[in-house]
């Protein structure tokens, strides 16, 4: 069977923070990345000066979502090991909390656990910067792990000593690992909205 391809075709977009309407567009050239907390060098970037201080990596790979789907897309950015190399947290065995812009969404998470998948701070999907949508200006891609705890529009990174319940986690989500049970891809032409239901309970944009 083949897939007629449809320039209207939703694909989803979950913004926990909107609920029931679009993130802003924001003015770029005053964003900084914050790299701080339990670590021997702070840190406060720019895109440029990201671009500038850590390789950009390509990768296409897919990212899942709790809710049952994946969604394949060539992820441009900077690894998250390089960025945590530059700061140097003061032991291994501390966690990572990834805030988004305005605080709305955190999730935190051992950092030994965030590394063991080579994660990457996305700031270009398919060659293209991030959409408002999407994360705007950079989203952490967790490749083993379910995107919920993949912030978008993330502000800051801080080392922390302490676990707190991330945004998911406190209506429910336990689970991170990827489950082996099919994944709906979502590239694959149909015109669907995945998280619906939660977007009617929750609130949300696509
Ligand atoms: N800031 C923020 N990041 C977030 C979320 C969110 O609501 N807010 N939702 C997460 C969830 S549950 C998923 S599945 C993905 C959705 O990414 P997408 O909107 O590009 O499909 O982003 C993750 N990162
Ligand atoms: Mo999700």
């Known amino acids: 069977?083949?897939?007629?391809?449809?320039?209207?075709?939703?694909?989803p977009t979950?913004?926990?923070?909107?609920?029931?309407?679009?993130?802003?567009?924001?003015?770029?050239?005053?964003?900084?990345?914050k790299?701080?907390?339990?670590?021997?060098?702070?840190?406060?970037?720019t895109l440029e000066d990201l671009e500038t201080t850590f390789r950009r990596t390509e990768r296409v790979q897919p990212m899942y979502c709790v809710n049952g789907w994946r969604?394949?897309?060539?992820?441009?950015?900077?690894?998250?090991?390089?960025?945590l190399d530059w700061a140097k947290p003061k032991s291994d065995?501390?966690?990572l909390r990834a805030t988004s812009l305005g605080g709305g969404y955190e999730d935190t998470s051992p950092i030994a656990d965030l590394l063991a998948g080579d994660p990457l701070l996305v700031t270009h999907i398919n060659g293209d910067p991030l959409s408002p949508e999407?994360?705007?200006?950079?989203?952490?891609?967790?490749?083993h792990l379910y995107q919920f705890k993949g912030v978008k529009a993330l502000e800051s990174l801080e080392v922390v000593?302490?676990?707190?319940?991330?945004?998911?986690?406190?209506?429910?989500y336990t689970d991170a690992t990827i489950l082996n049970q099919p994944h709906f891809d979502i590239d694959s032409g149909e015109d669907v909205m995945p998280e619906a239901e939660l977007l009617r309970r929750f609130g949300g944009c696509i």
Do not use: N
């Open 14 to 33: 979950f913004f926990w923070e909107y609920p029931g309407h679009k993130p802003p567009t924001r003015d770029m050239s005053t964003y900084r990345l």
């Open 93 to 95: 065995s501390l966690l």
């Open 134 to 143: 999407r994360g705007q200006p950079i989203r952490m891609l967790l490749p």
């Open 1 to 11: 069977m083949t897939m007629k391809a449809s320039p209207s075709r939703r694909i």
């Open 35 to 45: 790299i701080c907390g339990e670590v021997h060098r702070q840190g406060s970037f």
């Open 161 to 172: 000593r302490d676990y707190r319940p991330g945004t998911w986690q406190k209506v429910g």
């Open 71 to 83: 969604m394949s897309r060539e992820w441009s950015g900077f690894r998250l090991a390089a960025i």
